[in-house]
């Protein structure tokens, strides 16, 4: 019987038709709802059945299912939206034939795993990414072990292939199939030079194969003086990777393409290359290289032909191309060609070929130490129909979703209401404009041009240039401060608009490549952390988004400046929500980093030097608080509530919750019982110096989190009553005690428009201490307060020019919503804590 039937979106916006397009998309389920994946069904708009396979990504504390994993494949119209429904049953039911002929058949051996998609089936060579070995398509053979290959060229002209050292199938259903290779780039004389992971993606019936190629440099920079230019020793630098495929024993074939989706389809030998954006300010100085030179030839895209000649040229590419025979067709295309440029899409009568890093840009690539990049190509394989129709809709693919009455309502976003139950006001008006109007925050990548296959996807951190008269664009990254990510996808779910989920995942993707430090080679406390954003008031210079330059400790005559990878810019729970929503193991892999980070950042190092290294540096902070006299010097670390212990509880609350890690948990605890107690002498901690101590703010958020986990486990425990009562014993010293944070504009370095939206901080916690508390007096006290500070809030952000900066926007994305969503009748259970 089926006790949840969920209605499931399928909106086609491109005026594509699709025929059996692969989708994955991931669905959250409430608590006690789905104990097994067979209780999970799909149909379409006309009530038949839907062949689909259900992952579990997630569960809930009761073992049941948190996110689904929905794998299936769809045909749709032109610019037609068709609801379809995802039911729930009380019990396992029977696999339904459904609408696939078709399944997916794959068998791993020795050398090679075989994976039949019933269109067409691939021979994948477990010890060199090629990544096709053998591609069989009807009953003849495509593409041979000779045929294909992968190579990355060094700087002195050698080659090296992707030698694998693991290869796995990652995941293995009736619908869809991962395979996962992993290992290392290696010439002909053993030396080896930069990792990979690459993943191949396969739908039962579809003849698309989906393949992610990760490229990175595990070294450690070697960032002297914790600067982190580019130039380092720790780089790696090469000058060409690239994908070739080429078909076997074939007569010349059709070669036809084109370099954007809605352009003329032409035929003949093409190289479209993209060397730069397009853009109005294509040669920003975003894209200085070690030299300080802009290294970008011309604006946009030209196609070559053979002999180098220009056949055509344009802005902003976004092509496919494919090789036609009778009845075989074998196509690729790359996902957000020209926004990742330089890239290049080549195709001969008798081979294609993908530069992910090509050959014909004029400089060297430089990966820095522990930065990686990950590319997507679709490649398509079939025997009728349109090869590039089939391309071309993969580039836009449908948007699949549920209402945002279900994701608000799952019990997952805590404290979110669907946008269309929220009053309409100015908090909402701020937030919209990342979206709507002409200052959005796809805008804003105009500005300084923030693409490239490093850029694409940060935000442009425009506060800081807000004094800047210069007459080239200031540069400066924003690197998912106060968790950007978290934040738009918060704003997607409740009003699914694909604008929100498009800035998300292109954020979340650079966060994971870029953002995060991919090595084990460095400092316990820096190994796969995330990097600051750029230094505030500085221009990025030539540190691309690793903070700090010599060239602007230099220009300031510092003789102390520099830094690394720090837990006071901790932010988890986006990544690990977008993992979720789409699936994204890149995403999960760089979470998963950022959670071994936190713990052996709080557990501390190994060895007795590095441990006394780091007493030496608790007695300087010791001193330099007793020095101060009760006056803060200093932000607290992991000694007292701030920032990092905040960001680092969070984080340690989402490595719980990914994977059930007990020893999180156990953290967890240690750091609130180190950083807070419902005994402390508050007024002795100085938390009324804003530029100090405004961080408790993000530990008491933290904390509420904490709790909602203890409620979810059913732990009420000595822990989980230390923590309510911390946190109320701070809410009466704030009621009394804080105010907006501009009515004392003389204590603070620059106030402005931020200042007055961290105060919605102030909102969120004292609509949660209403709820603990079990006095109705504190509670009416509490209610009014979180009245006040968000009324007080809104009229401080709007009362400045500078209201739709970058950072201003992502606190509201993150903390406005919450006082709308609290529905003071109800209990509390109905409005969950919020990630950090």
Same mark, same amino acid.
């Given at each position: 019987?089926?006790?949840i039937?969920?209605?499931l979106?399928?909106?086609?916006?491109s005026?594509?038709?699709?025929?059996?397009e692969?989708?994955?998309?991931?669905?959250?389920?409430?608590?006690?709802?789905v104990?097994?994946p067979?209780?999970v069904s799909l149909?379409?708009s006309?009530g038949?059945?839907?062949?689909?396979?259900?992952?579990i990504?997630a569960?809930?504390?009761d073992a049941?299912?948190?996110?689904?994993?929905l794998?299936?494949?769809?045909?749709s119209a032109?610019c037609?939206?068709?609801?379809?429904w995802?039911?729930v049953?009380d019990?396992?039911?029977e696999?339904i034939g459904g609408s696939l002929s078709a399944?997916?058949h794959?068998e791993?051996?020795?050398?090679l795993i075989s994976v039949d998609?019933g269109?067409?089936k691939v021979y994948?060579?477990t010890r060199y990414?090629?990544?096709?070995?053998?591609?069989?398509?009807g009953e003849q053979?495509? !593409?041979?072990?000779a045929?294909?290959?992968?190579?990355?060229r060094?700087?002195a002209?050698?080659?090296?292939?992707?030698?694998?050292?693991d290869?796995?199938i990652e995941?293995?259903?009736?619908?869809r199939?991962?395979?996962a290779?992993?290992?290392?780039?290696?010439d002909?004389?053993s030396c080896?030079?930069g990792e990979?992971?690459?993943r191949?993606?396969?739908?039962?019936?579809s003849p698309?194969v989906k393949?992610?190629?990760?490229?990175?440099?595990?070294k450690?920079?070697?960032?002297p003086?914790?600067?982190?230019?580019?130039?380092?020793?720790?780089?790696l630098?090469?000058?060409?990777?690239?994908?070739?495929l080429a078909?076997k024993?074939?007569p010349?074939?059709?070669?036809?393409?084109?370099a954007e989706?809605?352009?003329?389809?032409?035929?003949?030998?093409?190289?479209?290359?993209?060397?730069?954006?397009?853009?109005?300010?294509?040669?920003?100085?975003?894209?200085?290289?070690k030299?300080g030179?802009i290294p970008?030839s011309?604006?946009?895209y030209?196609?070559?032909?053979?002999?180098s000649?220009?056949r055509e040229?344009g802005?902003?590419a976004?092509?496919a191309?494919?090789l036609?025979r009778?009845?075989?067709?074998?196509?690729a295309?790359?996902?957000?060609f020209?926004?990742? @440029?330089?890239k290049?899409?080549?195709?001969s009568?008798?081979?294609l070929?993908?530069?992910?890093?090509p050959?014909r840009?004029?400089?060297v690539?430089e990966l820095q130490?522990g930065?990686?990049k990950?590319?997507?190509v679709f490649?398509?394989?079939?025997q009728?129909?349109n090869v +590039?129709?089939s391309?071309?809709?993969?580039?836009?693919p449908?948007h699949?979703h549920?209402p945002?009455e279900w994701?608000?309502?799952?019990?997952?976003f805590?404290?979110?209401?669907?946008?269309?139950a929220?009053?309409p006001?100015r908090c909402?008006e701020l937030?919209?404009?990342?979206?709507?109007g002409?200052?959005?925050f796809f805008d804003r990548?105009?500005?300084?041009d923030e693409?490239?296959?490093?850029h694409?996807?940060e935000l442009y951190?425009?506060?800081?240039a807000v004094?800047?008269?210069g007459?080239?664009p200031f540069?400066?990254h924003?690197n998912?401060?106060?968790?950007?990510?978290?934040g738009?996808i918060?704003?997607?779910v409740r009003t699914?608009?694909?604008?929100w989920?498009?800035?998300?995942?292109?954020l979340a993707r650079?966060?994971a490549d !870029?953002?995060?430090?991919?090595?084990d080679?460095?400092?316990?406390d820096?190994n796969?952390g995330?990097f600051?954003?750029?230094?505030?008031?500085?221009p990025?210079a030539t540190?691309t988004?690793r903070t700090?330059?010599?060239?602007?400790k230099t220009?300031k005559?510092?003789?102390?400046y520099g830094?690394g990878?720090?837990?006071?810019h901790n932010?988890?729970?986006?990544?690990?929500?977008?993992?979720?929503?789409?699936?994204c193991e890149?995403?999960?892999?760089?979470?998963?980093?950022?959670?071994?980070?936190?713990?052996?950042s709080v557990i501390?190092?190994?060895s007795?030097?590095l441990?006394?290294?780091r007493?030496?540096k608790w007695?300087i902070?010791?001193y330099?608080?007793?020095k101060?006299?009760?006056?803060?010097?200093?932000p607290?670390?992991l000694?007292?509530?701030g920032r990092?212990?905040?960001?680092?509880?969070n984080?340690?609350?989402d490595?719980y919750a990914?994977?059930?890690?007990t020893?999180?948990?156990?953290?967890?605890?240690?750091?609130?019982?180190?950083?807070?107690?419902?005994?402390?002498? !508050?007024g002795?901690?100085?938390?009324?110096n804003?530029?100090?101590?405004?961080?408790?703010?993000?530990f008491l958020?933290?904390?509420?989190?904490?709790m909602?986990?203890?409620?979810?486990n059913?732990?009420?425990?000595t822990m989980?009553?230390y923590a309510?009562?911390?946190?109320?014993h701070y809410?009466r010293?704030m009621?009394?005690?804080?105010?907006?944070?501009l009515r004392?504009?003389? !204590?603070l370095?620059y106030?402005?428009e931020?200042w007055g939206?961290q105060?919605?901080?102030k909102?969120a916690i @004292?609509?949660?201490?209403?709820?603990?508390t079990?006095?109705?007096e504190e509670?009416?006290?509490f209610?009014e307060? *979180?009245d006040?500070?968000?009324?007080?809030s809104?009229?401080d952000?709007?009362s400045?020019k500078?209201?739709? +900066?970058?950072?201003?926007l *992502?606190?509201l994305m993150m903390y406005?919503?919450?006082?709308q969503?609290f529905d003071?009748?109800?209990?509390i259970q109905?409005?969950k804590p919020?990630?950090?």
């Amino acid at each position: 019987m089926q006790k949840i039937r969920i209605p499931l979106y399928l909106s086609e916006h491109s005026g594509i038709v699709r025929r059996n397009e692969p989708v994955t998309v991931g669905l959250p389920m409430p608590v006690g709802a789905v104990h097994n994946p067979r209780q999970v069904s799909l149909s379409d708009s006309n009530g038949m059945p839907v062949t689909v396979q259900v992952d579990i990504a997630a569960r809930w504390p009761d073992a049941s299912a948190q996110w689904v994993h929905l794998s299936f494949c769809a045909d749709s119209a032109a610019c037609a939206v068709a609801q379809w429904w995802v039911a729930v049953s009380d019990q396992e039911i029977e696999p339904i034939g459904g609408s696939l002929s078709a399944k997916l058949h794959i068998e791993k051996r020795l050398d090679l795993i075989s994976v039949d998609t019933g269109c067409v089936k691939v021979y994948i060579d477990t010890r060199y990414l090629l990544p096709f070995s053998q591609v069989i398509l009807g009953e003849q053979e495509l !593409i041979g072990l000779a045929h294909s290959s992968t190579k990355m060229r060094g700087t002195a002209g050698r080659f090296f292939k992707p030698v694998i050292t693991d290869a796995r199938i990652e995941h293995g259903g009736t619908v869809r199939a991962v395979i996962a290779c992993s290992g290392y780039f290696e010439d002909n004389q053993s030396c080896r030079q930069g990792e990979f992971i690459g993943r191949l993606a396969f739908y039962a019936g579809s003849p698309l194969v989906k393949f992610d190629l990760t490229v990175r440099n595990p070294k450690p920079a070697v960032h002297p003086q914790n600067l982190w230019d580019l130039g380092d020793s720790g780089s790696l630098f090469f000058t060409d990777l690239s994908t070739t495929l080429a078909l076997k024993q074939m007569p010349v074939s059709p070669c036809i393409w084109y370099a954007e989706p809605h352009g003329k389809r032409q035929t003949g030998y093409a190289e479209i290359y993209q060397d730069s954006s397009g853009g109005k300010n294509w040669r920003s100085p975003n894209h200085i290289n070690k030299d300080g030179v802009i290294p970008l030839s011309f604006c946009g895209y030209r196609v070559f032909d053979n002999s180098s000649n220009v056949r055509e040229s344009g802005l902003r590419a976004q092509p496919a191309v494919a090789l036609c025979r009778d009845d075989m067709q074998i196509g690729a295309m790359v996902q957000d060609f020209w926004q990742n @440029f330089p890239k290049s899409l080549k195709v001969s009568d008798t081979a294609l070929s993908i530069g992910f890093f090509p050959e014909r840009f004029n400089d060297v690539f430089e990966l820095q130490g522990g930065e990686q990049k990950t590319h997507t190509v679709f490649f398509a394989f079939q025997q009728s129909g349109n090869v +590039l129709d089939s391309l071309s809709a993969a580039s836009d693919p449908l948007h699949v979703h549920a209402p945002a009455e279900w994701y608000c309502g799952s019990g997952v976003f805590p404290c979110l209401l669907p946008y269309t139950a929220e009053p309409p006001g100015r908090c909402a008006e701020l937030v919209d404009s990342i979206v709507e109007g002409d200052d959005t925050f796809f805008d804003r990548r105009e500005i300084i041009d923030e693409y490239g296959w490093r850029h694409f996807g940060e935000l442009y951190a425009d506060h800081e240039a807000v004094t800047h008269s210069g007459s080239e664009p200031f540069i400066s990254h924003y690197n998912n401060q106060y968790d950007v990510v978290c934040g738009m996808i918060k704003q997607y779910v409740r009003t699914t608009d694909r604008r929100w989920y498009e800035l998300a995942s292109s954020l979340a993707r650079h966060v994971a490549d !870029i953002d995060v430090y991919h090595t084990d080679g460095d400092k316990y406390d820096y190994n796969h952390g995330l990097f600051w954003h750029t230094d505030h008031y500085t221009p990025a210079a030539t540190c691309t988004h690793r903070t700090y330059s010599l060239k602007n400790k230099t220009a300031k005559k510092l003789a102390q400046y520099g830094g690394g990878p720090s837990l006071s810019h901790n932010y988890t729970s986006g990544l690990l929500l977008y993992y979720y929503l789409t699936g994204c193991e890149t995403a999960k892999e760089s979470f998963l980093e950022m959670i071994s980070w936190t713990k052996n950042s709080v557990i501390g190092p190994a060895s007795y030097i590095l441990v006394a290294k780091r007493c030496i540096k608790w007695c300087i902070n010791m001193y330099k608080d007793l020095k101060g006299r009760g006056k803060a010097q200093r932000p607290y670390l992991l000694d007292g509530p701030g920032r990092a212990s905040g960001n680092t509880l969070n984080a340690l609350l989402d490595g719980y919750a990914c994977n059930g890690d007990t020893e999180c948990l156990e953290l967890a605890d240690r750091i609130i019982s180190r950083c807070i107690s419902p005994r402390d002498a !508050i007024g002795k901690r100085d938390l009324l110096n804003a530029e100090m101590r405004w961080m408790y703010l993000v530990f008491l958020a933290a904390l509420i989190k904490y709790m909602h986990l203890k409620e979810l486990n059913n732990a009420f425990d000595t822990m989980y009553q230390y923590a309510k009562e911390s946190l109320l014993h701070y809410a009466r010293w704030m009621s009394i005690h804080e105010y907006p944070y501009l009515r004392k504009p003389e !204590i603070l370095e620059y106030p402005n428009e931020t200042w007055g939206a961290q105060d919605m901080r102030k909102s969120a916690i @004292f609509d949660y201490a209403a709820h603990y508390t079990g006095s109705a007096e504190e509670k009416k006290l509490f209610l009014e307060r *979180a009245d006040f500070f968000y009324a007080s809030s809104l009229d401080d952000v709007v009362s400045f020019k500078t209201a739709r +900066l970058t950072r201003p926007l *992502a606190l509201l994305m993150m903390y406005g919503h919450i006082h709308q969503a609290f529905d003071r009748n109800k209990s509390i259970q109905e409005n969950k804590p919020h990630n950090e």
